[in-house]
């Protein structure tokens, strides 16, 4: 029986890093088909290409050039910019669709840059930007990066060029993970606890941080892995960008200061340094805890994530809560009216700048309708009787010039998706047809398709011809019937990886790139492996209900039923108390409360759970030391940790 209690999947969706299999053949990539490479080709008339004035954009400022590697404590690498040399030739290969391409030079500028009188930003060295802004007295600085050891890098390249000032304010910008990671990299947690240190952060900041990422947090990191493209080398046939920076650091660690300053009003205006910062509201939008900031005396707005130099996801293929894009909307359209006359540089936490009142006041309104149009249409095509896919299909481009606008161009988030996405938002996953009621699950459905198309050398056949005509969505539909049919026919995945690497050779949206060649991959066996890396900060912050409701969901009830039970868990050291009960298979809980005769108690305290969650300390030890106490029938409460599910990271995706 395990009696280790849990390691919240918090530590699967933001700590795992990829090692390869040293055993597992590596397939090359294969070419870009004739009909890709036409299809790639014609790009280049569909958009205005003649525009080169992102170019000079990205570049503008330029304090200090990054080339090289960032490596940790052992001596291995977190981020190497040369992995990326490959973008230096000017003409897009045939296996990258040429917006793309343009996009992923565009966000291969790295260094330390100056957006305007005291406001510098490091770009190009983490999937985020870092800002960083000279007070007083000291330094101010938004979104510390994914890893401490980008962020340090980051910090000591801005020393190297900038006067040395202490960092007195840490500002998270919102609760994702590329925001705040890094934040031991630039200040100690011992300076913020006396005060030395201010940390600022939307209302919720905590609970949104730790909790988006707990109970579905095993899957998350998963999907993930695909969306990020991880696991993909970069180069021309592999991964380029990720549409809102280069890419993801390789290992790295993790971290999280709590906030010492919650922003819970619409607006709020704080002296920082002598620098007055204007924080606006903005829940709901890019994340559910996040806020945009304009600095007065540098007539710049800081747009956090809510308008990037890309079409965003109103729901992530790694998983999330959908977004309302009706909210995304508004927001930027209160921004344009609080700051769109007097903002004379826009900066956001991903990408580049935006310098001139007029670029901005246009980039915010046209960011603004791009958000409306997708929720509203959307809404008035599915008010007409369409289904998601027909939405999808019917929704080809944004409308008037938003089109030819590279920022609302999808890069990151795309139409297909985001118009689903809003689908899901108003009426769920059920298209309405009763014949989607209750499909098959993809096993059973494929072994029903390949029987009724005359068996699999009858569906490699049609796939096949569907290549050869370039109908490359098709013959992935086709494949993913024949490969969940039969797995382990080599000649069905091989087919099936063409069919993907073809289509992603295709995608503008960098994601869709990686998921597509992430998938390419695991078809060809080529495996990835996880690598843990030290996630304390974020056990730490997860509080005791949130560990209840993982506990809840990781409960099997199939083995749970005819189990029943009642138990008091005790929390010593912050007096807090939950009664949980087991029924019918099902664990549930209330807070603040305790049963009068319960079956077993368990007390302990926090800081034990958090090492047995680090598996830094197993159960049986903790109780043989008196970690933990138990009162009554001990062996009731063991039998139920073994009815815990364990879950395993790496189930798969594109094979049953």
Known sequence: MRYCLVALSVAFALSSSLSWAE?????????????????NQAVLKQLPFQDRADYEAARRGLVAAFEGEIKDANGKTVWNSHQYDFLKQEQA???????????????????????????????GIDLANMTIIEGDDGLIIIDPLYVTETAKAGLEMYYRNRPRKPVVAVIYSHSHVDHFGGVRGVVDEADVKAGKVRIYAPGGFMEHAIQENVLAGTAMFRRGMFQSGGAVAGSERGQVDSGIGKGVPVG??????????????????HDISGVQVVF????GTEAPSEMNLYLPQMQALCISENAVRS??????PRGAEVRDGKAWAHFLDDALVRYGDKAQVMFAQHNWPTWGGDNIRNMLADERDMYAFINNRTLNLLNQGMNPLEIADAVKKLPGDLD?????????GTLSFNTRAVYQRYLGFYDGNPSTLDPLPPVEAGKHYVQAMGGAD?????????????????????????VFAEPENKAAREAQADALEQLGYRSESAIWRNMYLTGVQELRQIKPQQGARATADLIRAATPTMFMDLLAVRMDSDKAQGHDMTLNWNFDDLDQHFALTLRNGVLTYREQASHAKADVSVTMSKAVLDRISLRQLDFPTALKQGDIKLAGDADRFKAMLGMLTSFQPMFNVVTP
């Open 404 to 412: 030819q606008k590279w920022y609302a161009r999808g890069y990151y």
């Open 252 to 269: 790295g660690t993790i971290s999280l200061i709590a906030p010492s300053d919650l922003i819970v009003k619409p607006e709020e205006t």
């Open 23 to 39: 055993d597992a053949p590596i397939t090359p990539a294969k070419a870009a088909s004739p009909t890709t490479a036409a299809v």
């Open 458 to 482: 009858k569906v490699l056949a049609q796939m096949r011809a569907a290549m050869d005509s370039g109908d490359y969505r098709w013959a992935a539909q086709l494949g993913n019937h024949l």
């Open 311 to 316: 079409m965003h996801n109103l729901l992530t």
């Open 93 to 123: 290969p045939d296996t990258v669709n040429p917006s793309l391409w343009r996009l992923a030079q565009l966000n291969a500028n790295a260094g330390l840059f100056q957006v305007t009188d005291r406001i510098y930003q490091v770009r």
């Open 280 to 283: 606006q509201l903005t829940p």
